[in-house]
């Protein structure tokens, strides 16, 4: 028996020096093989992008990384405004149907190569047939063409005002690649040797579940105005970046307070109050604004054609204490019922008196209107993300409350953008939306998103919309398009939600406000 016990004890502690031998190597390789260089930044990542391939990704954890290899045509400044980046100037002919782009000398692609019109050509197309936002530039178009080594003309069928906006967008969007890399690829995800951009930081290394490893691109030709936001001269003081997948919240947390990491995105809201007042660490606010919002199906079911009820059912809503409960401290969280944040200038009042109104009696008034007599309401949601699942718990008790017949019915994220494809299962369905930096690339503005808004009203607003190239002109429509949405309800907006970051003090060039995706170029750690 006591050989046993022995035998035990010595396997125990043999299992228990292989882990501390494995934790200690996992530690100098973070702090010292990682910090290799003095120049280096580790950023602690909520996990590891599938890929950097702009064109075909959607995922804000690969834009983040990418942003700093690839550039566009255009880029936003620190109020969302769309500015030139790898274009010098442009010229608007026939009432805005035809746009001419001249692009910037002297840039180069990180291989060595100059970058011209035909890489800007090559690039947008194959955007334009394979990308996830690509088609909307590409449906409007009548053609687009190289008419010069440094210039492009782009023709439209009639004047599209949102062109500028989705050539600034680089999630999902037209990075620009050299053209002998993207002529001819589809909308397979390019190989990683093929991450060829012109940023101010090129692709070195990805040691799958490790690091992606990023080094300052010295041939880097910046432009010359001030930096504001994503905007104006990108300077690359750090040697490397390396990005680093930490799944665990507490771990990245942890990572950032013993010094393993620089930077940690994508903190607990709970942690929010005693991280900001920690010394130890500095708190960055994302200020994307994410959009929480309910569909209502306009395809089939109890609420087609139904606009009565579904405004009966948003004048029942209390929207604050959802928030509240799913998201914590109110820094992180506001509750506004403009479909655009108040960062940008799409900002809009325009029907939102019929937010938020929390009117039992009125609801139940515009119920009987609406002909509703307790018939089911199925109300879908996820539990693959917190957020929905909690907020949907409050909002369904409150329309219960409210003399509603609600079905809440809970799955994992794939199972309910099945269902949600088919409008015989559901009536409402839960999801957030990421900030978009124009009103049309919302997913409710497509006829074909779930939900399928598609009225005649909403088709007139959308077309004076997209035709309108005066901002304040195309602003004054949006607000009536914001106004109908509250008219006829298609979604139901609950607020925007804020993400917020950790960084080390040592990091120099950071601000407590961040703008959608952090960015390390400016940077420096000391």
Known sequence: MMCAMKLRAMKLSAIKAVFLLSVSFLAVWVSAGAAGAAGTIRVAVIDEPPTLDQHVATSDLATTIAQHIFEGLYTFDAKYNPVPMLVKDEEIRDAGKVVVLRLREGVKFHDGSDFGAEDALA???????????????????????????????????????????????????????????????????LDPSKYIGTGPYKFAERNIG??????????????????????????????????????????????????????????????????RDDDSVKVSINQGANQCLAFFNSRAGIFKGNYKLRQA????????????AAIGPQALWKATGSMMPDTTEWYSTAG???????????????????????????????????????????????????????????????????KRADPAQWDIFFTHHGFVPDPVLYS????????????????????AFVETMDFPARKKVWDKLQ???????????????????????????????????PKFWGVAVQ
Do not use: C
């Open 210 to 275: 490790r690091y992606i490893k990023l080094v300052r691109y010295d041939a880097y030709t910046a432009r010359t105005e001030p930096a504001d936001g994503y905007a104006g001269k990108r300077e690359a003081i750090l040697d490397e970046i390396l990005f680093i997948p930490v799944p665990d919240a507490g771990t990245r947390l942890n990572g950032v307070k013993a010094g393993d990491y620089d930077y940690a995105e994508q903190m607990l809201g709970d942690l929010f109050e005693s991280l």
């Open 313 to 324: 059912l948003e004048a029942a809503l209390d929207m604050e204490p959802a928030l509240r």
């Open 444 to 463: 409710f503005m497509s006829d074909s998103y779930p939900g399928w808004w598609a009225t005649d009203a909403k088709a007139a607003l959308s077309k």
């Open 483 to 517: 106004e109908l949405i509250y008219e006829e309800v298609p979604v139901m907006k609950v607020g925007d939600y804020f993400s917020y970051d950790i960084y080390s003090p040592k990091v120099k060039g950071l601000s407590e406000s961040s703008l959608i995706w």
């Open 123 to 189: 690039s947008l197309k194959r955007w334009g047939q394979h990308g996830s936002r690509g088609p909307i530039l590409f449906n409007n178009l009548e053609k687009i063409e190289a008419t010069g080594k440094l210039e492009l003309t782009l023709t439209f069928k009639a004047p599209f005002a949102p062109w500028k906006n989705l050539l600034a967008f680089i999630n999902g969007g037209p990075v620009i690649y050299p053209k002998e890399i993207i002529e001819g690829a589809d909308k397979t995800p």
């Open 352 to 418: 939102t008196d019929k937010y938020s109104r929390h009117d039992a009696a009125l609801a139940k008034k515009l119920a009987k209107e609406a002909g509703y007599k307790g018939e089911k309401i199925v109300f879908m949601a996820s539990t693959s993300y917190k957020i929905h699942y909690d907020i949907t718990l409050v909002l369904v008790k409150q329309l219960q409350d409210a003399g509603f017949n609600v079905d809440h019915q809970i799955f994992d994220w794939a199972t309910l953008v099945s």
